[in-house]
């Protein structure tokens, strides 16, 4: 062979390897890029279709503070067709989010999405009773000026970046601030606090008797699975599963980025992932199983001949006046329990405060006898730091309370970038805040806020 065919032959491989490493590198860019994509075209559609914000402040404001490659990520809203559209660079990663009347917004990434019934009705609501300082229905345990001093400070200060602060004390609202461009209408999305409402659904069908908590939970995709068919709805409910799952918000292909940004069946790919662990003997922090709770909850309630959304109306938000509540579904019509909800902030303290009356509202039982001290129990193996789909304030053995101000008693939705209820016992309090805590801990930012608002307000024993 002579020299100038061997130097071709050489040339020749080297531009196939290296075309083939261009193609891989291309589908690996697609890939990460199509999380962003999503990510960033489905908290567009929401803001602007669900929360009802202006679409320009969405885009120059909502994603500050994140990856330098989002800038990268173009977005284009389509009003008449209440869709949003987003790209990456060189046409990758491409992501679109569809508006729904009564769902919200939906990834459609691969062009398929399930068609659902129409949306439950809207229903009136009596609007939540208010205690102000100077109208005579003042509560004499509350030091209103104290109140008033500790929420004037922190949103004029606001390096927390809260969007929403409302303090209900007995069932009564006597304080709420909002920041610039939110009011008490603006729905707010969950993130996390979503995994709340998901227990609190599951709650109302453990009280109409469609399941049992200690039972396995029926997923399809474990039928004659030795190891899988044993995980009981309480183990998903606990984080304590067995099930692999990354919930690395860092990592851009981690299981939680693909499960909420690419993926159509956020349930069925919690439902395919190995197990790693003995059921009920490990914890660790799974949006994937409360989106498999929420798919299984879905398909037992159609058992029973009833639709999710329908049972969430008439089981828990039209008894507790919560009207603006929304479930966004993903692309399969199941409700993304893990992540995506929105309500105004006076209807999430409308949920914190059934969770402070036991369950029961104007009188009549929504949930279980009991369900509150289920939820707000340690799981086993979680150093007492979370319940049944809901976080404490209990200090581990090795690690201090969460919100140090406040008694352990304390437990609390809670929700990516410092989104909480907090449902506070002693003081038969509820305080809601939303926010955008970004670069910092949310809970170190929050907790000398919601510890001044602790002692504003006395014990009732004292009043």
Known sequence: MTEWKIQHKILTGVGAAAALGLVYAGVQADRLARIGAGYKAKTACSEVF??????????????????DVMKQIRVKYDADAKTVRARGPFGLGRARAIYREGYGCTLANAGRVAPLPPAPAGFA???????????????PRVDYGALDFALTQAFENNEANHRAVLVAVDGKIVDERYADGFDAATRFLSWSMAKSVTAT???????RGYLDVDD??????????AEKSKITWNDLLRMQSGLAFDEDYDKVR???SRMLFEKGDAGGFAARMPVDHVPGEVWYYSSGTANLIARTLREVLADEGLELHEFAREAILEPIGASSVILEPDASGTFIGSSFVYATARDWARLGQLYLQNGVW????????????????????SDHQYGAQFWLNKAGETRPRFFPGVPEEMYFFSGHEGQYVFIIPDKRMVVVRTGLTRGRSAMEAVAPLLKDIYYAVGSPEAS
Not at 362 to 374: H, I, K, Q, S
Request: glycine share 12%; charged share 25%.
């Open 50 to 67: 669900v929360a009802g914000r202006d679409a320009g402040v969405v885009l120059t404001g909502e994603f500050k503070g994140m990856p």
């Open 125 to 139: 609501a009596e609007p939540w009773p208010e205690a102000p300082p100077v109208s005579g229905k003042a509560i």
């Open 201 to 207: 659904l599951v709650g109302a069908a453990v009280k």
């Open 216 to 225: 396995p939970a029926p997923v399809p995709e474990w039928e004659g699975d």
């Open 254 to 256: 981690s299981d939680v």
């Open 362 to 381: 104007d009188g009549e039982r929504l949930l279980p006898e009991g369900w509150a001290e289920y939820v707000s129990a340690p799981a086993a193996a």
